[in-house]
C-alpha cells in the first residue's frame, strides 16, 4: 500500500541553522512522483517541488534542496541558513501512475512536519 | 487570474444542519479535489473528479456528496453535519494525471457544534 511517513512532528531551529526534513515513502509501483508542500501559518499550501521517480537528482532551489535516494525511499528537504519565513508546516506527498490498484494521479500526503525557526 | 477559491472562508453549523461548499478554478484544470485536514493527520482526500460530470471517491468519502455540472466548480455538500466533520477543507486543482501539480484554494474552516 502506498504511504508517506514524516517522522518529525515538529522541529525547532535557531535563524541561521540548516535543517533536514524526512520523507520516508512506501509503494509498489515504478513510476510515481513526490512532491514537499509549504503551509505557512496563513494556512494555504504552497506547492515547492515535484520529483518523478526516474529522476534521482539532487535539486538546488536558492536555500532548498531536495535529496532523493530510491534505495532508502527517501526524498528529504533541506533548508540552509533557515530564516523566520521558513516557519511553517512542511507536507511530503506521493502520487502513483496506478499501476499496481492505486488511484492515478491522487496525492497521499504525509502528516506533515512543523518547523519553528527562532530568531 | 484568482487561481482557486473558495466559499465560504469560515462557517460554523449544529448537528444536523446541512451545507455546501464551492470550490471555483479559472485555470481550465480538468482535475479538481476536495480534502479535509485535520491536527495532526495531514491531508486526506474526501472525492475527486476528473472531468466535468464526473466524480469519484476518495479516502474518506462517507458523510459528503460532491457535484461537478461545470468544469469550473466542485460542490462538496455535507447533507446532515456531525462534530466529526469539523475540519479545515481544501479544494485543489491540476492540469491533469501525471505529471501532477496540485493547486489549491485557501481552505475552509467549518466547526460544527
Known amino acids: 500500500a502506498q504511504k508517506v511517513t514524516q517522522a518529525q512532528t515538529e522541529i525547532s531551529v535557531v535563524e541561521k541553522e540548516d535543517v533536514t526534513l524526512d520523507c520516508v515513502y512506501e509503494t509498489r509501483d515504478t513510476t510515481y512522483y513526490l512532491f514537499w508542500y509549504k503551509q505557512p501559518p496563513s494556512g494555504e499550501l504552497v506547492f515547492l517541488i515535484r520529483?518523478?521517480?526516474?529522476?534521482?537528482q539532487n535539486e538546488i532551489s536558492g536555500r532548498y534542496s531536495w535529496n532523493f535516494q530510491k534505495s532508502t525511499s527517501s526524498f528529504n528537504f533541506t533548508i540552509t541558513a533557515s530564516q523566520v519565513v521558513d516557519s511553517a508546516v512542511y507536507f511530503c506527498?506521493?502520487?502513483?501512475?496506478?499501476?499496481?490498484?492505486?488511484?492515478?494521479?491522487?496525492?497521499?500526503f504525509g502528516k506533515g512536519t512543523k518547523l519553528s525557526v527562532k530568531p | 487570474n484568482a487561481g482557486v477559491t473558495q466559499t465560504p472562508k469560515f462557517r460554523v453549523l449544529k448537528t444536523g444542519q446541512s451545507m455546501t461548499l464551492l470550490c471555483a478554478q479559472d485555470?481550465?484544470?480538468?482535475?479538481m479535489y476536495w480534502y479535509r485536514q485535520d491536527p495532526g493527520m495531514g491531508l486526506r482526500l474526501i472525492h475527486y473528479s476528473v472531468g466535468e460530470g464526473t466524480t469519484a471517491k476518495g479516502e474518506v468519502p462517507d458523510g459528503y456528496n460532491v457535484s461537478r455540472l461545470k468544469k469550473q466548480n466542485f460542490l462538496l455538500g455535507l447533507e446532515s453535519a456531525a462534530p466529526s466533520q469539523t475540519s479545515v477543507y481544501f479544494c485543489?486543482?491540476?492540469?491533469?494525471?501525471?505529471?501532477?501539480?496540485?493547486?489549491f484554494g485557501p481552505g475552509t474552516r467549518l466547526t460544527v457544534t
Open positions: 520529483r518523478n521517480s526516474f529522476d534521482e
Open positions: 485543489a486543482s491540476s492540469y491533469g494525471t501525471l505529471p501532477l501539480e496540485q493547486y
Open positions: 506527498a506521493l502520487s502513483e501512475a496506478g499501476n499496481y490498484g492505486g488511484s492515478q494521479g491522487n496525492l497521499i
Open positions: 485555470m481550465n484544470h480538468e482535475y
